[in-house]
């Protein structure tokens, strides 16, 4: 079993997001670390553009720590430019508020993702679509409060599925059925799927599926 850091690694060129999930492990990290004084007000750090050019890995998330909706327009230009110049290497977004973002142009190697965690969130699959042009799309159903129900997959090229991780009070820990109508609708669209590595426990081991975008395949795996 693959656990996804160790596959995709994270580059936090953004640091700080104001939607204020309770489930957030992003906050948690920066009251814990420090790492900028306030984490309702993002932060760009100009200066790790440069990890972009680091290609020893075949795909990066760069909103481990952020929410795309809260990066501005030049730091999302930037990290375009860079993008570009590493054709080879893939990058991901995910976004809580696709309604917010404005992107016509987006590099051939960005991916862009919504995270779904209840069935009312699915109108972010099409909110996507309407306000980022790119060729790549993915979705992320993790935590999942309750079985999203049928999902419009038209389009999708990826999907990752997890489990709330933490010890936090009112805790939600997927069901088994949850995750296998996403998993099922997937298949039946030849969609690769993802499960991440919190699953074990409420799946075995030889259940898993683990699967990648072709692009994402390095030589490391
Ligand atoms: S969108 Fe992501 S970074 Fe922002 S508060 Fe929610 S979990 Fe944290």
Redesign the pocket.
Known sequence: MYYIKDIIKNINLVIG?????S?????NNCKRFRTIPDFSIPTFFESKLRLLDNNKHSAYLL?G???LS?WKDNWINKTFEKMRQNPKTQYIF?T?RPEKLNISSAPENAWFGV?ITTAKEKVRISELFENVKANHYHLTFEPLFEDVGKLDLENIDWIVVGTETGNRKGKSISKREWVLNIINQAKAKKIPVFMKEDLLGIFDENEFIQELPKSFLGENL
């Not at 997001?17 to 999930?21: K, N, P």
């Not at 489930?23 to 906050?27: L, W």
């Open positions: 997001c104001d939607i204020g999930c489930y957030c492990y992003a906050r909103t720590q952020s929410d809260g995910l809580k995270t």
